[in-house]
C-alpha cells in the first residue's frame, strides 16, 4: 500500500476517537487565529498513531492549538514544545497536561539537539515557525537526524516552498481531496471564526464545496507530514505506476466518514 493510502486507511481508524475526545464543533471548542486547522491536527493525530511514535517534538507553539489538540487526543505521548518567544497564554492553556512540556528557544537548535540526544527513540517533528524555505531545510535536516516523519504546517500549493516539496520529498498532505472531502467538516468553526474576523482572504474564507476546492488547488494552510527524502525510484515509481495505484479505491464503494455521533453535536 502506498503511504498516502495508508495514511488514508488509518484516518478512518482514527476519526471516531478523534472525534469522542476532542468533540470539535461544540460550541466551546477554542478556535485560535493563526492557529493550526482541526483537520490538520486530525491528519497529525493520525500520522502519529500509524507510525508508533514515542516522543512529539514541535517547534511554534504560539497560543498552543496544534499542542493541546494532539495533547488531548494522547494524554500519555510525551510533547515537547518550543517557541522563540514562548507566550503565558500558550503556558496557562497547557499547564493541565503532564506530558507536555513548553521551553522558550530557536525551533532548529531544539528539535536537532532533541533527535540526537533520543537515537533509540521513535520520534516525529513538527514546525509550525520557523516557516517557508527555511522550515524545509530544517524538516530535511530532522529527517537526516533519524525522525521517523516531520510535520510541516503551511505548505499550500500557493506557497514556494510546495515545488521544492514535491520535487525533494514523500510525504501526505492535509489538501488531498480525499482527506479534505472525507473530514474538511472538522473546520466548520474556522470558516465562520475567520469570516467574523473579516478575513476575506483564502484560506479563511468560506470553501465548504470540492468546487471551490478545485478552483482553488488547495485547502486550508495545509499540513503536510514528510517521511523521506526521495530517491531516484520514488521518482520513476511517481512517473509511472504510483499515480495509478494510488488512486486506485480500496473497496468500490466510496467511503466518506458518516458521524457515529449525531452531527448537532459535532457541527
Ligand atoms: C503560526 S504560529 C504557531 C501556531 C501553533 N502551532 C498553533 O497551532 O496554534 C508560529 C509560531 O512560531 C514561532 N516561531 C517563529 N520562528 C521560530 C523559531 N525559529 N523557533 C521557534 N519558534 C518560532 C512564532 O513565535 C509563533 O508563535
Known amino acids: 500500500m502506498t503511504l498516502r493510502k495508508k495514511f488514508l486507511a488509518q484516518c478512518e481508524r482514527s476519526i471516531d476517537t478523534f472525534v469522542e475526545r476532542l468533540q470539535p464543533g461544540r460550541e466551546d471548542f477554542p478556535i485560535v487565529p493563526r492557529g493550526i486547522w482541526t483537520s490538520e491536527a486530525f491528519a497529525l493525530c493520525a500520522f502519529i498513531e500509524m507510525q508508533n511514535i514515542d516522543m512529539l517534538f514541535e517547534s511554534g507553539i504560539y497560543r498552543g492549538q496544534s499542542t493541546w489538540i494532539v495533547a488531548s487526543y494522547f494524554n500519555q505521548l510525551p510533547i515537547a514544545s518550543v517557541d522563540i518567544k514562548l507566550q503565558q497564554a500558550a503556558i496557562d492553556r497547557l499547564s493541565p497536561f503532564s506530558n507536555v512540556t513548553l521551553s522558550e528557544g530557536d525551533g532548529a537548535e531544539f528539535l536537532l539537539k532533541a533527535l540526537r540526544e533520543n537515537p533509540e527513540k521513535r520520534i516525529a517533528v513538527v514546525i509550525d515557525g520557523p516557516k517557508n524555505e527555511a522550515a524545509l531545510e530544517l524538516a530535511g535536516q530532522c529527517l537526516d537526524e533519524g525522525a521517523v516523519f516531520a510535520g510541516l504546517h503551511d505548505t499550500d500549493r500557493s506557497k514556494s516552498v510546495r515545488p521544492p516539496l ?102
Not at 167 to 175: L, N, S, W
Not at 200 to 206: A, D, I, L, T, V
Not at 229 to 236: G, H, M, P, W
Open 166 to 267: 514535491d520535487e525533494g520529498f514523500v510525504f501526505v498532505a492535509t489538501d488531498d481531496p480525499e482527506f479534505v472531502s472525507a473530514y474538511g467538516f472538522l473546520d466548520e468553526g474556522k470558516w465562520d471564526k475567520g469570516l467574523e474576523e473579516g478575513r476575506g482572504r483564502f484560506p479563511y474564507q468560506k470553501i465548504k464545496d470540492y468546487k471551490a476546492y478545485e478552483e482553488l488547488e488547495c485547502y486550508g494552510p495545509t499540513l503536510s507530514m514528510l517521511t523521506r527524502r526521495k530517491s531516484t525510484l520514488d521518482v520513476i515509481w511517481e512517473k509511472t505506476l504510483g499515480p495509478i495505484v494510488d488512486r486506485v479505491p480500496e473497496t468500490t464503494e466510496k467511503k466518506l466518514y458518516q458521524p457515529k455521533l449525531p452531527v448537532h453535536a459535532i457541527r
